[in-house]
């Protein structure tokens, strides 16, 4: 029914039909295979994320330490660090977005669950994966550098001295409305029927906002925007200063992902507008 229609030598939107939210429960999704592979793609993404990243992040911090031989402008940079991020969440979308939608987020798959885009069954299944995909990842970087992992801090997230709770909290949750507002815009159905001639790879937006937003935070907060990244380096690394501040990389991306999908759905999208206008013309009949 969708078709792109040429007038004058200009392209007019296609047709296009928004999805039915999702069940808020929805048991019939254990019985089904397509669920199991899902979550298997979500915890081997997440995985995969967690041990290329934190490997990045020591093999920077040793290039640099004086004490072998490094100097400060040697290894990846921050910008390094910030492009392994961004890269390999470019990369592990593209994969897996067919299969599991490509979440590798618990705050990702919050916010898609708070705009009924996947059920609370699924979006429990999910986040679980994700946390015992990026303990995984990160054991295995512990695995392979144990001599460094603990000496150069394990790759965890904490508050940077200089920085108060609520600066730390306020780059969590803006950093995460930036990654989930970019997550709703590149895949709104709207969007793909209206510039449908233009091709654009949902996973490559999504990419760089996770790069923009480690090159401005980094320095703060070591950038967590990810509940599940920070839990796990947290768990292997398991230090008392890790521990303290983990609250701020849950409660931020959560806050900062509940901000990006009421803004996408009920502001930009006027979802509740439309349903109140249903609502309204139904009662009328």
């Not at 928004?18 to 397509?34: C, G, N, R, T």
């Not at 904490?158 to 950093?175: R, V």
């Not at 900062?256 to 999208?269: P, V």
């Amino acid at each position: 029914m969708a078709k792109d229609i040429e007038v004058g030598g200009e392209f007019q939107a296609k047709d296009y039909h928004d999805p039915p939210p999702a069940p808020l429960v929805d048991a019939q999704e254990l019985a089904k295979w397509s669920f199991y592979r899902a979550v298997i793609a979500e915890f081997i993404a997440t995985l995969l994320f967690l041990y290329i990243t934190v490997l990045t992040v020591i093999g920077y911090k040793t290039q640099t330490d004086p004490a072998k031989g490094g100097e400060d402008c040697g290894g990846v940079g921050i910008l390094g660090i910030a492009w392994a991020f961004g890269g390999m969440i470019f990369i592990l979308v593209y994969c897996t977005a067919g299969i599991s939608g490509g979440h590798i987020n618990p705050a990702v798959t919050f916010g898609l669950f708070l705009a009924r885009k996947v059920s609370l069954v699924r979006a429990i299944f999910y986040m679980g994966a994700q946390c015992l995909g990026a303990i995984c990842g990160c054991g295995l970087v512990k695995a392979f550098q144990n001599s460094y992992y603990n000496q150069y801090g394990g790759g965890a997230n904490s508050l940077a001295e200089g920085y108060s709770t609520g600066t730390g909290l306020a780059a969590e949750i803006i950093g995460t409305f930036v990654l989930v507002y970019t997550v709703f815009s590149a895949t709104d159905p709207k969007r793909n029927a209206r510039d449908s001639h233009i091709p654009v790879l949902a996973p490559l937006p999504i990419g760089f906002a996770v790069f923009m937003v480690h090159l401005a935070t980094i320095p703060i907060t070591g950038t967590g925007i990810n509940p599940a990244r920070s839990l796990g380096a947290a768990v292997i690394f398991n230090q008392d200063k890790i521990w303290d501040d983990h609250w701020i990389f849950w409660v931020g991306p959560f806050i900062g992902a509940a901000i990006a999908a009421i803004y996408h759905q009920f502001i930009l999208r006027a979802s509740g507008a439309k349903a109140l206008g249903s609502f309204r013309s139904s009662s009328a009949m």
